[in-house]
């Protein structure tokens, strides 16, 4: 599947959404701070992404118009 989703969990939220998690592909891959950039992690905890968000955003939103 070509499918992938972000989430945002709220800190004090984690454990409940990763047991409802439990046995599906998922991974904590970053977390949110006010820095404008999008950094990502992947699996081995290499960064796999290091992008301004304005980026990122203009990257999507082209593909919008």
Same mark, same amino acid.
């Given at each position: 599947?070509?499918?992938?989703? &972000?989430?945002? *969990?709220?800190?004090?939220? %984690?454990?409940?959404?990763?047991?409802?998690?439990?046995? =599906?592909?998922?991974?904590?891959? /970053?977390? %949110? $701070?006010?820095?404008? +950039? *999008? +950094?990502?992690? /992947?699996?081995?905890?290499? $960064? %796999? =992404?290091?992008?301004?968000?304005?980026? &990122?955003?203009?990257?999507? +939103?082209?593909?919008? +118009?």
């Amino acid at each position: 599947s070509l499918s992938r989703f &972000i989430l945002e *969990v709220q800190p004090e939220h %984690v454990d409940a959404f990763e047991a409802t998690m439990s046995g =599906l592909a998922c991974k904590a891959v /970053g977390k %949110v $701070t006010s820095d404008p +950039r *999008v +950094r990502l992690q /992947g699996l081995s905890g290499a $960064t %796999v =992404l290091d992008q301004p968000l304005n980026a &990122i955003e203009q990257a999507w +939103r082209g593909h919008l +118009r």
